[in-house]
T-cell receptor
Framework: GNSVTQMEGPVTLSEEAFLTINCTYTATGYPSLFWYVQYPGEGLQLLLKATKADDKGSNKGFEATYRKETTSFHLEKGSVQVSDSAVYFCALSEWDNFNKFYFGSGTKLNVKP | NAGVTQTPKFQVLKTGQSMTLQCAQDMNHEYMSWYRQDPGMGLRLIHYSVGAGITDQGEVPNGYNVSRSTTEDFPLRLLSAAPSQTSVYFC????????????FGPGTRLTVL
């Protein structure tokens, strides 16, 4: 079956520190991979995505590379800001059914000034 | 363009009561979904719809009913609420041309006593 595993939080960093949030997946076929972000009291927003192996998704300084050989999609940012504090979800969609998404449990990021 | 809207924002029910969570989108999206978000478990798909009159089950459909009479609306019904249905519920939609990207509503926090 399909599943997503991501590192447990919370992750606490100082402003301008380097961020990595690990995500690995199990899937059949060729899923698309995503990172969504949830700010307090809000719904999820798409942060970035990658639809095939070796693709790199990027947005707002965040990056993640689709690694089929290690079934991973780790999120990175070179210099975090206080405004990046949120919960980050890794997700995949089935390759033959884009309506079926599977989400990880979420990683809370706290960035201190 | 309001995007995806959900009502109510908060609801408290007693065990055995019924209610309907409302979801509407004004983007003319064919695809709509309902998720529940529980601590430590991420989001899990309850039901989804690929167009008016067409619905299907997700990961955790038991205890929930849906229907899709119009493109805009996708209500979620709890026929007999149980404490296990205490959760935050998110509705999402996706456009035909955006095969991978979902847009989420702000959520409904439901407590069943």
């Amino acid at each position: 079956g399909n599943s997503v595993t991501q590192m447990e939080g919370p992750v606490t960093l100082s402003e301008e520190a380097f961020l990595t949030i690990n995500c690995t997946y199990t899937a059949t076929g060729y899923p698309s991979l995503f990172w969504y972000v949830q700010y307090p009291g809000e719904g999820l927003q798409l942060l970035l995505k990658a639809t095939k192996a070796d693709d790199k998704g990027s947005n707002k300084g965040f990056e993640a590379t689709y690694r089929k050989e290690t079934t991973s999609f780790h999120l990175e940012k070179g210099s975090v800001q206080v405004s990046d504090s949120a919960v980050y979800f890794c997700a995949l969609s089935e390759w033959d059914n884009f309506n079926k998404f599977y989400f990880g449990s979420g990683t809370k990021l706290n960035v201190k000034p | 363009n309001a995007g995806v809207t959900q009502t109510p924002k908060f609801q408290v029910l007693k065990t055995g009561q019924s209610m309907t969570l409302q979801c509407a989108q004004d983007m003319n999206h064919e695809y709509m979904s309902w998720y529940r978000q529980d601590p430590g478990m991420g989001l899990r798909l309850i039901h989804y719809s690929v167009g008016a009159g067409i619905t299907d089950q997700g990961e955790v459909p038991n205890g929930y009913n849906v229907s899709r009479s119009t493109t805009e609306d996708f209500p979620l019904r709890l026929l007999s609420a149980a404490p296990s249905q205490t959760s935050v519920y998110f509705c999402a939609s996706r456009g035909e041309g955006e095969t991978d990207t979902q847009y989420f509503g702000p959520g409904t926090r439901l407590t069943v006593l």
